[in-house]
């Protein structure tokens, strides 16, 4: 791919300068926004692939929304590992064309808060979570981000063309983004996701409060993997994609995937993220 001059500035976002990274292929933006669900400032962390053109603006790109923005593409911006975003990439446009722009949010510094911000706004049975923000979270993306984003840059806006996704937490974040905005999300990366901050008795009753609906067309794309603290999100994932199942979701509209080799890491979500973005994007398999 030919190299280009990029701007070093769209809309409030600047063009990351770290020369300390391990992101190979795209480009990087971030910018500092007051969000509703903290009192500190957020980094939103925009990458877009290798063959986004500046000055094409014809040609557009699905986005999906991350947590954990920081986790996406630089190893050294993240004590826990990276999920190799850029790489993934390059092999599913390699091998199947298909291209997406990526935008993250921040985690906070405390662990309990980035739970407080993920939960969505149900009691849970952890008691460090006692302001599940989930709902302010999600809105934000949805009606606040996701707006900027589509102003700022070279994007395709329809629902089919916007995903929300995340880890753990982050896991819950975007399924439950799927099932209540699924006027505006056509696609939920669910890794690993953290459905077990609740009982398994509480988290069926709020299943059955979702009243989710197969013709919404969200799809849904479940991992889960299974060595040592991975294992304890083994049962409720399997169970709630057994829930769509048994609503009418098809193959093509939710998946699941367990590897009982991995654990809860960033190396296993890197591993199946192609997988996922396959499962939303390669629309000729359809």
């Known amino acids: 791919m030919a190299m280009q001059r990029r701007p070093r500035q769209i809309g409030p976002f600047t063009m990351d300068q770290t020369r300390r990274t391990t992101m190979e292929y795209g480009y990087y933006y971030k910018a500092e926004f007051a969000v509703p669900f903290s009192d500190l400032p957020r980094t939103v962390r925009v990458w877009l692939p290798g063959d986004y053109v500046f000055e094409d603006l014809e040609k557009r790109f699905p986005v999906i929304y991350f947590s954990d923005g920081q986790n996406l593409v630089n190893r050294y911006l993240t004590?826990?590992?990276?999920?190799?975003?850029?790489?993934?990439?390059?092999?599913?446009?390699?091998?199947?064309?298909?291209?997406?722009?990526?935008?993250?949010?921040?985690?906070?510094?405390?662990?309990?808060?980035?739970?407080?911000?993920?939960?969505?706004?149900?009691?849970?049975?952890?008691?460090?979570?006692?302001?599940?923000?989930?709902?302010?979270?999600?809105?934000?993306?949805a009606?606040?981000?996701?707006?900027?984003?589509n102003d700022c840059f070279h994007t395709l806006p329809d629902k089919?063309?916007?995903?929300?996704?995340?880890?753990?937490?982050?896991?819950?974040?975007?399924?439950?983004?799927?099932?209540?905005r699924h006027d505006v999300f056509g696609f939920s990366l669910d890794f690993s996701p953290a459905f077990l901050v609740y009982s398994r008795k509480k988290w069926l009753e709020l299943l059955d409060g979702f009243q989710i609906r197969r013709e919404n067309q969200t799809k849904f794309f479940f991992y889960v993997g299974g060595i040592d603290f991975e294992s304890h999100f083994v049962p409720l994932t399997e169970e709630t994609f057994r829930y769509l199942k048994k609503l009418g979701f098809t193959d093509r509209e939710t998946a699941y995937i367990r590897?009982?080799?991995?654990?809860?890491?960033?190396?296993?979500?890197?591993?199946?993220?192609?997988?996922?973005?396959c499962f939303w994007l390669d629309r000729e398999e359809a």
């Open 160 to 180: 089919a063309d916007t995903a929300i996704g995340g880890s753990s937490m982050g896991g819950i974040m975007a399924f439950y983004g799927g099932v209540t």
């Open 143 to 149: 009606d606040v981000l996701r707006p900027l984003i």
């Open 259 to 277: 590897d009982s080799r991995m654990k809860h890491h960033e190396d296993a979500w890197h591993r199946y993220l192609g997988d996922a973005l």
């Open 79 to 141: 004590a826990y590992g990276d999920w190799g975003l850029d790489k993934v990439w390059k092999e599913v446009f390699d091998e199947r064309g298909i291209s997406f722009i990526a935008v993250g949010i921040d985690c906070p510094p405390s662990e309990n808060d980035r739970s407080n911000e993920l939960t969505p706004p149900f009691p849970s049975k952890v008691k460090e979570i006692d302001r599940p923000m989930g709902d302010l979270f999600v809105n934000y993306i």
